[in-house]
């Protein structure tokens, strides 16, 4: 169902959309709730995401598209299907035309502060429910705050923490004179490593 308000379409999940959009062809099931632990997964060669893991993360996600005077003339809920830092898919029976520059707005976990984000539509899946999911890949575009950083948590936290911890442990960083150098002295070394040895820290090696 499309509710009009002041000039706006919003768009419930699940529902149908007034022209030109196109009717519902499925929905998609059996993924993880925000708050639970994501499963996170290298990608498999899709080109919004070749460069980055995406987490099997399923979040709420507010979606708009601004006219000139920057007011929204379109809004939906939706919710994703994976997350990646450079974008998301979301699951949808209405379909926006590639290329549609959106705003949107998404917290990793209840309570967290929302990632702020300017995205365009890159791709598109329709199929029938019973054979896939049904939606739409975003690329995200830039970002408001530096909200990204929420998203490079989502992936690198945990390693990052692990690292931090046991390098503040060391006497050479005992030795620092205050807290700033000391940061400054964890991502000197944290460089180091990823330089000096192989593997990814985005897949955690």
């Known amino acids: 169902m499309?509710?009009?308000r002041k000039?706006?379409?919003?768009?419930?999940?699940?529902?149908?959309?007034?022209?030109?959009?196109?009717?519902?062809?499925?929905?998609s099931r059996n993924v993880p709730v925000a708050g639970a632990a994501p499963r996170i997964e290298m990608n498999?060669?899709?080109?919004?995401?070749?460069?980055?893991?995406?987490?099997?993360?399923?979040?709420?996600?507010?979606?708009?598209?601004?006219?000139?005077?920057?007011?929204?003339r379109f809004s939906a809920g939706l919710t994703s299907v994976n997350v990646s830092?450079?974008?998301?898919?979301?699951?949808?029976?209405?379909?926006?035309?590639?290329?549609?520059?959106?705003?949107?707005?998404?917290a990793l976990e209840p309570g967290a502060a929302p990632v702020e984000a300017r995205a365009e539509i890159v791709r598109e899946e329709r199929g029938p429910e019973e054979e896939g999911r049904s939606?739409?890949?975003?690329?995200?575009?830039?970002?408001?705050?530096?909200?990204?950083?929420?998203?490079?948590?989502?992936?690198?936290?945990?390693?990052?923490?692990?690292?931090?911890?046991?390098?503040?442990?060391?006497?050479?960083?005992?030795?620092?004179?205050?807290e700033l150098e000391r940061v400054i002295d964890v991502m000197a070394a944290w460089e180091l490593l990823k330089a000096t040895t192989p593997g990814d820290p985005w897949r955690g090696e």
């Open 135 to 178: 939606g739409f890949a975003l690329r995200f575009l830039d970002f408001s705050g530096q909200t990204e950083v929420a998203l490079a948590r989502l992936f690198l936290g945990m390693r990052l923490r692990a690292f931090t911890e046991d390098y503040l442990k060391s006497a050479r960083a005992r030795s620092l004179p205050n």
């Open 7 to 27: 000039g706006v379409t919003t768009v419930k999940a699940g529902t149908e959309t007034p022209r030109p959009f196109v009717p519902p062809v499925g929905t």
């Open 85 to 106: 830092v450079s974008g998301a898919f979301l699951a949808s029976t209405f379909f926006l035309p590639m290329g549609t520059v959106v705003r949107t707005r998404f």
């Open 2 to 4: 499309a509710v009009q």
């Open 44 to 72: 498999q060669g899709e080109p919004e995401h070749r460069h980055f893991p995406r987490a099997q993360l399923a979040t709420h996600f507010d979606l708009w598209v601004e006219d000139e005077g920057g007011g929204r």
